[in-house]
């Protein structure tokens, strides 16, 4: 007996089976609980299934609607970056002993997966500079929230402050977060001129019943923001000092350890991950030593067996929610397995002169197209401090009008974000990695020069 | 035990000297966790309410919370604990105290039981 259906694997015989088996006479007789009012008579109104040769049609066809990176020149960035993905990330990325998104839940039976979680919580701690890294948060956003939890656990304290010029799609998952907690928000703006937020106009006695003071660097207009000062003006009061960093600058920019951060956590995305319309992402997160048994997530320690065989196990569980019940500080309990296994792959292949030569060329490109853009009279820039891969550009052309005439010449101009910061009206947000040409560069220019 | 011993029904114990409260957690406690591998103490300095968390003891597969069975401001904590977290396994109503805690109503204590109270709730509590 066939399946009634292409893609659900049940037959006929099946379905008589387990309704035999649980007693029942018909899937009719199944929902029977269900008040007949509430349950459908006729079928949904779809239209008639698909061969598989006939999906797949449909598919391409719906699939060629959509533009990708490899036919279009991209600007955008504002916290997700195309960088080069070499393919041997890809090939031992889909092997069948790591092909799985999820965490482990058998999680010692799974020694291979585990070892890969330890090498990426290495890695992570090498690049930040930090004690303890855990296995990996959602994104960058949603680590933002959980290092603001973690912050008023570990002080006692219930307020967070944060940069305007961090991500604002992480401020709105650090509210989403906050709101429930009763954790009040308090924004510090940035220094016009500079687009940086200034250590002194973060007042003293602003931060002296802060849990945390979240600053990221670059920040969300690509500009290097003075870390050191800023880590010690909040050390100053007792509060902890947050970190949020773009993992490829560090190839060339001072880790968060090197300048006392408490918590340094980024989206990790730009280390081997596709931008994919947006995600999956991964959030990468770090601490100190005095503050792990505080951090949220999942957490794979080296350990060895009663032979001495070298294990790794999940370790210092007691911090989670399935042993610490409501006094755990996370409800994380699982990690982005696979963006991480990626994120790990990928830093293998650069080590450490690789991705110094990555970061490089980033801010070689988007210092190349700063300066030639500079030269064109009709655009300005609203900042002047220093940048890695990204900066903002105001013009007198609206910004849309301007993007929608590039994207038929084959260019995705830069990230508008002027409903973030309305203050910023005109301006767009040019990003450039490694990726981008020196001939595409010179294209986007003189088209700007016309667009002007 | 001392008999100016007053316990709490969490098993947290606490001992009075002049204004100074010692507390630890009780030997029941103790048994109940098992190895002790992490004990998560305050500074000094901090300011507690009766019944706020003070400290958190962890054990391989489990973490209590230990609570301030009287209201007052650390004074002084167990550093041995850092290293020696078995302290509180080995001798928990001696050397493996937690906290001493200058207290802000010595009459909170009235609320507490005392060591015949105590065994009596145990007893209790084990039926």
């Known amino acids: 007996m066939g399946s009634p259906h292409r893609y659900i694997p049940n037959t006929d015989q099946n379905v008589a089976d387990m309704l035999a088996d649980i007693g029942v006479s018909s ?43 490899m036919q279009y020149t991209s600007y955008l960035g504002g916290g997700l970056y195309e960088h080069f993905v070499p393919s041997v990330v890809r090939h031992m990325l889909t092997r069948g002993e790591f092909y799985t998104a999820y965490t482990p839940y058998q999680a010692e039976v799974s020694q291979g997966t585990l070892q890969a979680i330890f090498e990426y919580q290495t890695m992570i701690c090498e690049l930040t500079e930090m004690d303890v890294a855990n296995a990996s948060l959602y994104d960058a956003g949603t680590a933002v929230a959980e290092a603001a939890v973690m912050s008023c656990g570990a ?129 990468f997160f770090a601490t100190t030593s005095k503050l792990m048994r ?5 957490l794979v320690g080296q350990t060895h067996d009663d032979q001495g065989r070298r294990g790794y196990v999940l370790t ?33 292949l650069m080590g450490p002169s690789g991705l110094r030569k990555v970061a490089e060329l980033c801010t070689w490109n988007a210092h190349y197209l700063h300066d030639k853009i500079a030269k064109i009279p009709e655009y300005e820039f609203p900042f002047d401090g220093p940048f890695f891969n990204e900066f903002a550009v105001r013009g007198r052309r609206p910004p849309a009008e301007r993007n929608r005439r ?28 490694e990726t981008r040409t020196r001939q595409e560069l010179d294209t986007l220019i003189r088209e700007l020069e016309v667009l002007a | 035990m001392s008999s100016k011993m007053r316990f709490t029904s969490d098993h947290e114990w606490v001992e009075l000297e002049g204004n100074i409260a010692t507390i630890g957690i009780t030997e ?61 396994n080995e001798d928990p109503m001696g050397n493996g105290w937690i906290v001493r805690i200058d207290v802000d109503d010595v009459t909170e204590l009235d609320d507490l039981m005392d060591e015949e109270e105590y065994e009596e709730y145990l007893k209790e509590e084990e039926q």
């Open chain 1, 406 to 433: 590039l994207l038929e010449r084959g260019i995705i101009g830069g990230k508008m974000i002027e409903a973030d910061y309305p203050e910023l009206s005109g301006c767009t947000l040019w990003a450039a990695t």
């Open chain 2, 28 to 88: 029941h406690a103790a048994e109940e966790l098992g190895d002790v591998i992490y004990v998560e103490l305050p500074a000094v300095g901090d300011t507690f309410a009766q019944g706020d968390n003070l400290a958190v003891a962890e054990s391989v597969k489990a973490a209590a919370d230990i609570f301030a069975p009287i209201g007052g401001t650390v004074t002084e904590v167990n550093d041995a604990l850092e290293d020696e977290p078995g302290l509180v």
């Open chain 1, 294 to 298: 505080k951090m949220p997530g999942r």
């Open chain 1, 27 to 69: 899937i009719d007789d199944l929902f029977s609980v269900i008040p007949p009012e509430f349950r459908l008579t006729e079928p949904l109104s779809l239209p008639k299934a698909l061969s598989e040769p006939e999906l797949s049609a449909e598919l391409n066809r719906v699939a060629a609607k959509c533009a990708h990176s």
């Open chain 1, 316 to 348: 210092l569980q007691a911090r989670e929610q399935h042993i610490r019940r409501e006094s755990a500080t996370s409800n994380i309990c699982s990690n982005e397995a696979l963006c991480a296994l990626a994120a790990t792959i990928y830093l293998s």
């Open chain 1, 155 to 283: 002080t006692r304290r219930n307020k967070v402050v944060v940069s305007r010029a961090i991500n604002p799609r992480y401020r709105q998952v650090l509210r989403t977060y906050a709101h429930p907690r009763g954790i009040e928000i308090v924004t510090v703006d940035y220094d016009t001129q500079s687009g940086a937020t200034p250590p002194e106009s973060v007042p003293k006695d602003l931060l002296d019943d802060a849990a945390c003071f979240i600053v990221q660097s670059p920040n969300y207009f690509g500009i290097v923001e003075d870390m050191a000062a800023l880590s010690e003006a909040t050390h100053r009061s007792r509060a902890l000092f947050v970190a949020v960093v773009n993992p490829i600058s560090l190839g060339i920019l001072a880790p968060p350890g090197s300048y006392g951060a408490d918590i340094a956590l980024g989206e990790g995305q730009p280390l081997g991950n596709p931008i994919s319309f947006g995600g999956p992402l991964l959030g």
